[in-house]
């Protein structure tokens, strides 16, 4: 069974950061996709950011792309998001994905796997 653990997020004024956590455990996640997903309020889940968790590429969306970084301690089993430079339309829920086919975009539902997820706002 995979879990998924996030931690990390808050209440933050505009400007401001935030570096949030997942905590991956169940199985080996060496050939997994990892990544970070948002939903804010009224709107469907948005990708994020991606990291492979066997090599160093990482993608992101555009408008995250020079303030949010994300990236694994595999020892840890663990992948964070850095957050910094916080606009209040960063606020949403996050949630850690891990795709056990290496990818999101037009995975198979139950080829992916989501943590519970973790609020962000950010005041203005």
């Known amino acids: 069974q995979v879990q998924l653990v996030e931690s990390g997020g808050g209440l933050v004024q505009a400007g401001g950061s935030l570096r949030l956590s997942c905590v991956a455990s169940g199985r080996t996640f060496k050939s997994y996709a990892m990544g970070w997903f948002r939903q804010a309020p009224g709107k469907e889940r948005d990708f994020v950011a991606r990291i492979d968790w066997s090599g160093p590429a990482t993608y992101y969306k555009e408008s995250v792309k020079g303030r949010f970084t994300i990236s694994r301690d595999n020892a840890k089993d663990t992948v964070y998001l850095q957050m910094n430079s916080l606009k209040p339309e960063d606020t949403a829920v996050y949630y850690c994905?891990?795709?056990?086919?290496?990818?999101?975009?037009?995975?198979?539902?139950?080829?992916?796997?989501w943590g519970q997820g973790t609020q962000v706002t950010v005041s203005s």
């Open positions: 994905a891990a795709g056990r086919l290496g990818y999101f975009s037009g995975a198979p539902p139950n080829s992916v796997y």
